[in-house]
């Protein structure tokens, strides 16, 4: 009976308004879909794009909905939203945003979302949804028969908040404003932002099961929506343990060496450094790469003075880079060069070089990049906030002073927001006046994120979902 429970759930529909790479959740819903193929189900993945030529799973189905590049010569795809794929904060390919777009843009979007959806269910007949964020594409799935379980990424919860405060300030400015197409604008806006958190809560309340990445993560679920508490399960984020691993025949004349800086007027990244640290995200405020610039003044002259060079690798794009790069170069920042977006291979060989990663991050859900550092087999240094401490506090110490710094057997842990702080961790690691094992440190991430593991808890969640559907279906 148990292995007949077990196999209920062999076709798997995944809904992703955002594409399948770029970014820590199409990442992770790539992982997540190879690994369902490989346990022997079948995969079918609706994603919002603005091109239909892009690295796919052998054997897995994929619908894009169709939105239109930022790009001079953008892809005529059939159906396409007349604007670009709308994000949370930003995308590699896409600065188009839910705050931004107007409300006849939003009824769009529903509605070809909607078609995509209904279209797969009635091809694919899938078992179960496997829906991304708590937002407008998971609220529509909840309009089928099928149970769907959400997993939560944490910026569907900050644009759930947003959307709660920008609705308040569109309603304050109803009641003074006195011109007729201002107040028409307004009501547009009041009626936009009260759909946003309407779907929001759809999605919550009608999902079998939402999965939370971080303990974090779910004790902030449970506070914004707790009529659907109950439903919660934790299933920390995995990763790929076939595209990130130690690799010590690596050689920094091969990689570094190819690489360009974007920064620099000779493009060429100098190898003459004693250490190397590295950032890999997206170019968002919430990352905190300003902070980091900030630190990397501190610790590029502090390890000077000790006789040694330090280069610092940033790795990925977004709307805030150019910001950013002025920020280096007003800084006067020497050995710091940013190299763009590179593909997962080539972030592997990266961290493969690294002395250590950094992740300066305001507001990290869980980390994904935390553990593909860790991975590569070296220390991470990152804040103490969002789903972080989780990971990194692997001795469960007590971190909740969160204007201190913690050192634990995978890295450190640093106050947010606090550039001092992160150079002085940075000299330490790397004067290794703070020693870490990095083999131990490589082994700690495979044991406890490799995506096989996660993937059989997804999975048992999943039957869990399906059984409490057929139980409602009796009960009715």
Same mark, same amino acid.
Not at 5 to 34: C, D, R
Not at 133 to 155: D, K, Q, R
Not at 241 to 247: G, I, R
Not at 288 to 296: E, K, N, R, W, Y
């Given at each position: 009976?148990?292995? #007949? ?7 798997? &529909? ?34 919002? =794009? ?10 897995? +189905? ?55 959806? =209904? ?32 997993? !939560? ?11 709660? @405060? ?16 201002? !107040?028409?604008? &307004?009501?547009?806006?009041?009626? #936009? ?16 099961? !939402? ?7 779910? =004790? ?5 929506? *707790? ?23 690596? #050689? #920094? ?21 004693? +250490? ?83 992740? *300066? ?22 804040? =103490? ?29 640093? *106050? ?29 991430? +495979? @044991? ?29």
């Amino acid at each position: 009976m148990e292995n #007949k429970k077990e196999n209920k759930v062999n076709n798997i &529909l995944m809904i992703t308004a955002f594409p399948t790479y770029g970014a820590g959740s199409g990442v992770q819903v790539t992982a997540l879909a190879n690994s369902y193929k490989d346990a022997g189900k079948k995969v079918t993945i609706i994603t919002g =794009n603005n091109k239909t030529n892009f690295d796919k799973i052998e054997g897995v +189905k994929y619908h894009v909905v169709p939105f239109k590049s930022e790009e001079e010569n953008p892809e005529i795809i059939p159906g396409q939203c007349n604007f670009n794929y709308l994000m949370f904060t930003t995308h590699t390919e896409s600065t188009a945003n839910f705050w931004d777009a107007s409300l006849s843009q939003i009824r769009e979007y529903e509605k070809a979302f909607r078609k995509a959806i =209904n279209e797969e269910i009635k091809e694919e007949k899938p078992d179960v949804i496997h829906a991304q964020h708590n937002w407008i594409s998971t609220s529509i799935a909840t309009e089928s028969n099928v149970p769907v379980v959400t997993t !939560i990424h944490g910026t569907d919860l900050m644009g759930f908040e947003r959307s709660k @405060e920008e609705l308040k300030k569109v309603k304050e400015n109803l009641k003074t404003e006195k011109d007729p197409e201002k !107040i028409k604008k &307004l009501k547009e806006e009041e009626e #936009k932002y009260n759909l946003y958190i309407e779907h929001s809560n759809r999605a919550a309340i009608n999902a079998k099961k !939402i999965i939370v990445i971080s303990e974090d993560q779910k =004790n902030r679920f449970e506070k914004l929506f *707790p009529l659907a508490a109950k439903k919660v399960e934790l299933a920390e984020n995995g990763y790929d343990t076939n595209k990130f691993y130690v690799d010590e025949n690596i #050689k #920094k004349e091969d990689v570094i060496g190819n690489l360009e800086s974007q920064n620099k007027n000779n493009q060429k990244i100098p190898l003459d450094y004693d +250490k190397l640290v590295v950032f890999v995200g997206k170019f968002a405020e919430f990352k905190g790469i300003d902070v980091l610039l900030d630190s990397a003044k501190i610790y590029e002259e502090k390890m000077a003075q000790n006789g040694k060079k330090v280069e610092t690798i940033i790795v990925g794009s977004g709307q805030l880079e150019n910001d950013l790069k002025k920020q280096a170069k007003d800084l006067e920042l020497k050995n710091v060069d940013f190299v763009g977006r590179k593909n997962t291979e080539e972030v592997n060989k990266i961290q493969n070089l690294a002395d250590v990663s950094l992740i *300066p991050s305001r507001n990290e859900p869980f980390g994904l990049v935390v553990v593909e550092g860790m991975a590569c087999g070296h220390p991470v240094i990152a804040t =103490n906030s969002g789903g972080i401490p989780g990971i990194l506090n692997s001795e469960k110490q007590d971190v909740s002073n969160k204007e201190k710094t913690y050192v634990t057997p995978l890295g450190v842990l640093v *106050p947010m927001d606090d550039s001092k702080a992160l150079g002085e961790a940075v000299c330490d690691v790397l004067d290794e006046k703070i020693k870490f094992d990095n083999k131990y440190i490589a082994n700690y991430a +495979k @044991e406890h994120y490799a995506q096989e593991k996660v993937t059989k808890n997804i999975l048992n969640i999943f039957e869990e979902a399906t059984a409490d559907k057929e139980k409602e279906d009796v009960e009715r």
